[in-house]
Nanobody, 116 residues
């Protein structure tokens, strides 16, 4: 099994920044990729950013140029640096990990609230 623990969420003003972290533990010898998804009130969960095993990254259209995903393989951790935050970025942010032959593993989520 894989465990994912997110941290770094909170309340931030519009235009501010936050950095989310997701630490993976457990059976993580083989990983296809990891990523961040978010789900706002009344909305479906959707991709924010992902990073593949080869380092390639992918971003949702609404965060390109503002958010950056990165990873530290030694710490089994990925990060999401979020800049120029907007009201529309308010959501629960979930960490996701993909392994060959398994459904995606998900963290419990961390709340990000953008409010003045």
């Amino acid at each position: 099994q894989v465990q994912l623990v997110e941290s770094g969420g909170g309340l931030v003003q519009p235009g501010g920044s936050l950095r989310l972290s997701c630490e993976a533990s457990g059976s993580i010898l083989s990983v296809d990729g990891m990523g961040w998804y978010r789900q706002g009130p009344g909305q479906k969960r959707k991709l924010v950013a992902s990073i593949a095993n080869d380092g390639n990254t992918n971003y949702g259209d609404d965060v390109k140029g503002r958010f950056t995903i990165s990873r530290d393989n030694r710490k089994n951790t990925i990060y999401l640096q979020m800049n120029s935050l907007k009201y529309a970025d308010t959501a629960v942010y979930y960490c996701m990990l993909l392994q060959p032959g398994h459904p995606a593993f998900w963290g419990q989520g961390t709340q990000v609230t953008v409010s003045s």
